[in-house]
């Protein structure tokens, strides 16, 4: 491939972009939350901030932060549609990178990339998820990446590469990935170092979205309809008294917003802790990855109690699966050169 187009590898999540690529040597990663509404937007009165109208087909979207009419994201057709190729392209613009050709690294949830029945590549939803991505797409008043080659990849398990090859397994050890995802429950048992991946689960009911519709419900009920967006950022910042009170109208029903989004992080805690147990019973070690990974780990915790410091959180877990597959590539890259 040409040495000019640049390499991003991208995990395209249905909550939020994860993209990284290599800049002068080194590594460099944003993330870019999906918040789309139909129609177009105009240009804000008081400040320069960019307005991001795009356009595929007949079809008008614009990014919107803020809007509850945000188009939910949370579901596995998502991997397939317009809002995929609308959240891909402008993840992109968010890297500060000058628009040209790309060529990009994308990934798809386990149960999407595997066939169920005999854990071999679905050719099929990997051809669809590049030709979505190849589809024409145009930004009002502004240039777009041309994306010339996509490339696709299991979700999850690419994620443990460094960790695992640092962490000084031997050749029997089983290792546990659970990615926790905005839509999606991913788990994959590794042997060794990467030397084989015994089994793959995914669980399309189970992700950081029962939390978060939990949330916007809460929210409307005290007045405070807001996007999954707001939404996911109250979950993180659910302790941060002065930002809850921001987002929160009805000042007394505060600790009752609280407590719905406390009661059904436990619940995505059990379900996670029990979806593991079913399908797998003793792991020698766990990796925990995803932008679910923080909500899940006292929960994973209680349930392998005998593990202990074996149970590892991936760093910055929602980026760990980008910023590996990138690494790895470069590496591949170099190594052929």
């Not at 804000?44 to 809007?67: E, M």
């Not at 349930?303 to 590539?329: D, F, N, T, W």
Request: include cysteine.
């Amino acid at each position: 491939m040409h040495s000019s187009i640049t390499k991003f590898a991208i995990d395209d999540g249905s909550t939020n972009v994860k993209i990284s690529w290599i800049e002068n040597g080194l590594v460099r990663s944003v993330t870019s939350p999906n918040s789309f509404r139909k129609d177009w937007k105009s240009a804000a009165l008081l400040n320069d901030r960019k307005v991001f109208n795009y356009q595929i087909a007949s079809t008008k979207h614009t990014y919107d932060a803020t809007s509850d009419k945000a188009l939910s994201t949370t579901h596995v057709a998502f991997q397939y549609d317009d809002l995929n190729l609308l959240s891909v392209h402008h993840a992109l613009l968010q890297t500060g990178v000058k628009p040209g050709p790309v060529s990009i690294l994308v990934t798809l949830p386990i149960t999407e990339y595997y066939q169920a029945d005999d854990c071999q590549k679905n050719e099929e939803n990997i051809a669809r998820k590049k030709a979505n991505l190849m589809r024409e797409i145009s930004l009002n008043k502004g240039e777009l990446f041309t994306i010339v080659d996509v490339e696709v990849l299991p979700e999850s398990l690419p994620a443990v590469l460094t960790t695992l090859m640092d962490s000084g397994v031997n050749e029997f050890t089983k290792s546990l990935v659970i990615d926790c995802g905005g839509t999606t429950l991913d788990m994959g048992v590794i042997v060794g170092e990467f030397d084989d991946v015994s089994a793959v689960y995914g669980n399309a009911e189970i992700g950081v979205s029962m939390v978060t519709n939990a949330a916007r419900k809460a929210l409307s009920a005290a007045d405070s309809d807001a996007s999954y967006l707001v939404a996911n950022e109250l979950i993180k910042r659910r302790h941060n008294r002065e930002f809850v009170e921001e987002v929160i109208n009805d000042i007394s029903k505060v600790d009752w917003v609280l407590e719905r989004i406390e009661n059904k992080i436990s619940e995505l805690g059990a379900a996670v802790a029990y979806e593991a147990k079913t399908f797998t019973r003793n792991p020698n070690r766990i990796y925990l990855v995803g932008g679910g990974a923080m909500l899940i780990e006292t929960a994973i915790r209680e349930a392998y109690p005998s593990l202990g410091e074996k149970i590892v959180m991936i760093k910055e877990p929602q980026e760990a699966l980008s910023r590996e597959i990138c690494c790895y590539h470069a590496a591949e890259a170099s190594d052929a050169a």
